[in-house]
């Protein structure tokens, strides 16, 4: 992160301590409900296992990660991994995070056309995601309004990427809350319970893209007042 304050940084702040309040709900969230189990009795492993061969997703492996909250699935290799706390609980939470994953795993079986654009946005908002800051700061720094453009839109592709992360996000947790009643995981009032933790998730990746489309502003503002 390039840091370079400013008047203007005020513009970004309420969206920094919304990114914050989203993480420290996720958190309290997942916590709130790991200590509350799935009267079903099978771990997030065991149910991420059954989930994924309900689909025909045999090939794809479930591995524990290290770390809290590490959940992901990896395309590439196939693994679904888990953190030790889903991997190995039977709480709502961890059948929540666990099917959630598995969600993405279906995504990607299914062709899921966000996840696809997603794909293959990455490369270049990864990049754009490091360079477009410096660049635009060294374009303002020696004045340089090409410079700044560039970072400028360099920042833009990493808030596309962002954007579309959502749908992708929202979807597979609609899945997985799909998935957990129909085979029975989940109770009718165990549901509410998973679903708020998704949903807890599914804010930071919003409140990430409050704090970007700020940044953004932000950039607009620093180029208009040098230019003129
Ligand atoms: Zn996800």
Request: cysteine-free; overall charge positive.
């Amino acid at each position: 992160m390039f840091f370079y304050f400013d008047p203007t940084y005020i513009l970004i702040v309420p969206a920094l301590i919304f990114a914050m309040w989203a993480q420290v709900r996720v958190n309290t969230t997942f916590r709130k409900y790991l200590r509350v189990f799935a009267s079903s009795n099978y771990t997030g492993a065991q149910v991420a296992r059954y989930l994924l061969d309900a689909h025909g997703l045999q090939n794809v492996k479930v591995e524990m990660a290290r770390g809290n909250l590490t959940d992901h699935y990896d395309p590439r290799t196939r693994v679904l991994r888990l953190s030790q706390p889903v991997y190995s609980s039977t709480s709502v939470a961890a059948l929540g995070v666990a099917a959630h994953e598995t969600g993405h795993a279906v995504q990607n079986a299914e062709n899921y056309i966000p996840l696809g654009i997603r794909n293959n946005l990455f490369p270049i908002a990864n990049f754009g995601s490091q360079a477009a800051l410096p660049l635009f700061f060294i374009g303002l720094l020696f004045a340089n309004p090409t410079l700044m453009d560039i970072g400028i839109w360099f920042f833009i592709a990493a808030l596309v990427f962002q954007v579309v992360t959502l749908p992708v996000e929202f979807n597979a947790s609609r899945r997985a809350l799909g998935m957990l009643t129909e085979a029975g995981f989940l109770s009718q009032d165990e549901r509410p319970k998973a679903k708020e933790v998704l949903s807890a998730a599914a804010l930071t990746y919003v409140a990430a893209v409050a704090v970007s489309a700020m940044n953004l502003l932000r950039l607009f503002v620093l180029r208009d007042s040098r230019r003129r």
